[in-house]
């Protein structure tokens, strides 16, 4: 159980234009997931939280209208990435949140690999 | 900033017990410490997560001192595919309860 997905795994684009990447919980619910990118030998680093039928969270330095996200429904959030430049290209992952044994636990997707060109 | 360290890199060979440590000294009484791994280019791993006692599940085992200023992970039988990084962190737990990835611990296993 606990599966979380993410599509595309991996898209090239064009400098300028917009990338959506849907991030999916396939067997629970998640009221709550949140968007981490990761740069080559680098940690993770959270960009925002995401909270079902509201605005997302964004972490300091992270610009909220260059990254759209959108947690329309339980399972679906996704995140845009508007006017994409090549310093955006990046490892960009998600999480759910799903609660497991009366603690929460974070499920990550598999990640979707941004090369802009 | 990461509330815990961890030693960079170690090693240990296929079959025997990976002990990974962890310090996190400024913990609070209601953090929990919750264990992930990465395997290169893929999404982060659950592994194991406590609050005070020692928990074991398939994949792991937790110990936590008595005082919970550290912990260590414990492959019991570790493979090769076991090579990864991990990552040792403490966080509330909660819905919106954030994980702060420091560097974590590059684990090699060798045949």
């Known amino acids: 159980g606990a599966v979380v997905s993410q599509h595309p795994s991996w898209v090239i684009c064009k400098s300028g234009t917009s990338v959506k990447i849907e991030c999916r919980s396939l067997?629970?619910?998640?009221?709550?997931m949140f968007w981490y990118r990761q740069f080559p030998k680098q940690s993770l680093m959270l960009m925002a939280t995401?909270?079902?039928?509201?605005?997302?969270?964004?972490e300091q330095g992270v610009e909220k209208d260059k990254f759209l996200i959108n947690h329309a429904s339980l399972t679906l959030s996704t995140l845009t990435v508007t006017s994409a430049h090549p310093e955006d290209s990046s490892f960009y992952i998600c999480?759910?949140?799903?609660?497991?044994?009366?603690?929460?636990?974070?499920?990550f997707g598999p990640g979707t690999r941004l090369t802009v060109t | 900033d990461a509330k815990t360290t961890q030693p960079p890199s170690m090693d240990c060979a296929e079959g025997r017990a990976a002990n990974l440590p962890c310090n996190h000294s400024?913990?609070?009484?209601?953090?929990?410490v919750y264990w992930y791994r990465q395997i290169h280019s893929q999404g982060p791993q659950y592994i194991i997560h406590?609050?005070?006692n020692n928990e074991t599940n398939e994949m792991a085992s937790l110990i936590i001192t008595e005082d919970r200023k550290s912990s260590t992970l414990i492959l019991p039988h570790a493979t090769l595919r076991d090579t990864a990084v991990y990552y040792c962190?403490?966080?509330?737990?909660?819905?919106?309860?954030?994980?702060?990835f420091g560097k974590g611990i590059t684990l090699s296993v060798r045949p």
């Open positions: 999480s759910a949140s799903g609660l497991a044994g009366g603690s929460y636990e974070q499920y």
């Open positions: 067997d629970f619910q998640a009221t709550t």
């Open positions: 962190i403490v966080s509330l737990t909660g819905a919106n309860s954030k994980l702060t």
């Open positions: 406590g609050l005070k």
């Open positions: 995401s909270n079902e039928g509201s605005k997302a969270t964004y």
């Open positions: 400024t913990i609070s009484g209601n953090e929990y």
